[in-house]
T-cell receptor
Framework: ETGVTQSPTHLIKTRGQQVTLRCSSQ?????VSWYQQALGQGPQFIFQ???????GRGNFPPRFSGLQFPNYSSELNVNALELDDSALYLC???????????FGSGTRLTVV | LAKTTQPISMDSYEGQEVNITCSHN???????ITWYQQFPSQGPRFIIQ???TKVTNEVASLFIPADRKSSTLSLPRVSLSDTAVYYC???????????FGQGTELSVKP
């Protein structure tokens, strides 16, 4: 049991469309991060939220944006989808007391 | 953040002990070493974390020499279900962003 739930599990979108991916973290986990994992590669950090504020961002353009809510849920929004956005998107949460992140099983996004 | 280097792939057989070594020459004083395991189409799973010497839990052991420039993840008596990609990461606690390399793809054969 992972404790972090992501939805949907799979999604197909057309180039140029917008997508919203959702994540429900464990209770008490006030830090959430999003990662993009292309096939055969390690996960790449997109951004991190702490207590509903963005507090770190990786090398991703502004069309990647996020929100974190008081109920420990969060969203990743991607505008103007490109073919290269096809990947597994992972949500990970942590509390300040934890030494490691708990990852969800991810959302497989395919852009056609 | 310190860069890590690990073998791209390793093969083993059921029942053997597997040791995966990770190099992190530029590790900082405040950095911890963390290992994650990832199965296909799943998120990475935290295995073990350490700062120096040896750490052991119910899943694995982590050996860190005095200079901390490398570390070794030891998996005792592997089974087919240990076939996965293993990532070595180095960074501060509490965790900020995690920097993943390509990881080591471990294949356990019968």
């Amino acid at each position: 049991e992972t404790g972090v739930t992501q939805s949907p599990t799979h999604l197909i979108k057309t180039r140029g469309q917008q997508v919203t991916l959702r994540c429900s973290s464990q209770s008490g986990h006030n830090t959430v991060s999003w990662y993009q994992q292309a096939l055969g590669q390690g996960p790449q950090f997109i951004f991190q939220y702490y207590r509903e504020e963005e507090n770190g961002r990786g090398n991703f353009p502004p069309r990647f944006s996020g929100l974190q809510f008081p109920n420990y849920s969060s969203e990743l929004n991607v505008n103007a989808l490109e073919l290269d956005d096809s990947a597994l998107y992972l949500c990970a949460s942590s509390s300040a007391l934890n030494y490691g992140y708990t990852f969800g099983s991810g959302t497989r996004l395919t852009v056609v | 953040l310190a860069k890590t280097t690990q073998p791209i792939s390793m093969d083993s057989y059921e029942g053997q002990e597997v040791n995966i070594t990770c190099s992190h020459n530029n590790i900082a004083t405040n950095d911890y070493i963390t290992w994650y395991q990832q199965f296909p189409s799943q998120g990475p799973r935290f295995i073990i974390q350490g700062y120096k010497t040896k750490v052991t839990n119910e899943v694995a052991s982590l050996f860190i020499p005095a200079d901390r420039k490398s570390s070794t993840l030891s998996l005792p008596r592997v089974s087919l279900s240990d076939t996965a990609v293993y990532y070595c990461l180095v960074g501060d606690i509490p965790p900020g962003k995690l920097i993943f390399g390509q990881g080591t793809e471990l294949s356990v054969k019968p």
